[in-house]
């Protein structure tokens, strides 16, 4: 049995990652993470302070150990560039209405490597659409390394349909330190159905688990 929480309780972003990654990259990874993760779902975030909601969501087990993240927060879709754009102030401000518009982008999904398999992605998913659906929202987005096989299983079988590829910057663990390298990202997209209120459900904190999310450089 799993619960959805938005406290962090006593989890160690260490019980996250594969034991095979160096010490070093590995504090290094964690505190990327951290702060990728105050940077979308605080007080501090460009969505809180745009008045736009946002949301960070882990799962915790029977245990009270957090096994899973999930996060929702705004960009800007360019649908004529295919890519997405910062929320900021200037960009909502000069906002081409006739092909960008703020979408719901889901982020950060992560279960820890002893968890998965076990529902909790899909679990996520689905409570984290209904969050979206209660925003008022009727359409979610996310982007995915193209390389990373299984996470794009999983969002097909959950109903995300690719809509484009794009280029972008991925994190790579090296074999000194971590590094960024070029990289392309799939675009998903799923219509939900229904989609009124608009509630907006703040969950600030901060977690990490996300060995899934990094490529190995060789």
């Given at each position: 049995?799993?619960?959805?929480?938005?406290?962090?309780s006593?989890?160690?972003?260490q019980?996250?990652v594969?034991n095979?990654?160096?010490k070093?990259?590995?504090?290094?990874?964690?505190?990327?993470?951290l702060m990728?993760l105050?940077?979308r779902?605080?007080?501090a975030?460009?969505?809180?302070?745009?008045?736009?909601?946002?949301?960070?969501m882990?799962?915790e087990d029977?245990?009270?150990?957090?096994?899973g993240?999930?996060?929702?927060?705004?960009q800007?879709?360019d649908?004529k560039?295919?890519?997405?754009k910062?929320?900021?102030?200037?960009?909502i401000?000069?906002?081409e209405t006739?092909?960008?518009?703020?979408?719901?982008?889901?982020?950060?999904?992560?279960?820890?490597p002893d968890k998965?398999k076990?529902?909790?992605?899909?679990?996520l998913?689905?409570?984290?659409e209904g969050?979206?659906?209660t925003?008022g929202?009727?359409?979610i987005?996310?982007?995915v390394?193209?390389?990373?096989?299984?996470?794009?299983?999983?969002?097909?079988?959950?109903?995300?349909?690719?809509v484009?590829?794009?280029?972008?910057t991925?994190v790579?663990i090296g074999?000194?330190?971590?590094?960024?390298?070029?990289c392309v990202?799939v675009?998903?997209?799923?219509?939900?159905?229904?989609?009124?209120?608009?509630?907006?459900?703040?969950?600030?904190?901060?977690?990490?688990?996300f060995?899934?999310?990094?490529r190995?450089?060789s």
């Open positions: 049995m799993y619960s959805t929480t938005s406290s962090l006593q989890f160690s972003p019980q996250s594969q095979d990654i160096p070093g990259q590995l504090k290094e990874l964690v505190n990327l993470e990728d105050r940077k779902y605080t007080k975030s460009p969505a809180s302070m745009l008045k736009f909601p946002y949301s960070l882990l799962a029977d245990n009270g150990e957090i096994v993240t999930l996060g929702l927060d705004f800007i879709l649908k560039e295919n890519k997405f910062k929320l900021t102030s200037s960009s401000s000069f906002l006739d092909y960008e518009e703020p979408v719901v982008v889901l982020s950060n999904l992560a279960v820890r998965r076990l529902g909790i992605g899909r679990m998913l689905k409570e984290r969050v979206v659906q925003w929202y009727n359409s987005f996310l982007l390394d193209s390389q990373n096989i299984n996470a794009q299983k999983l969002y097909k079988k959950c109903g995300y349909k690719a484009f590829e794009g280029e972008g991925c790579a074999a000194v330190g971590l590094r960024t390298q070029e990202n675009c998903y997209k799923k219509v939900l159905r229904g989609g009124k209120g608009s509630g907006a459900i703040e969950m600030p904190n901060f977690g990490e688990m060995s899934g999310l990094f190995r450089s």
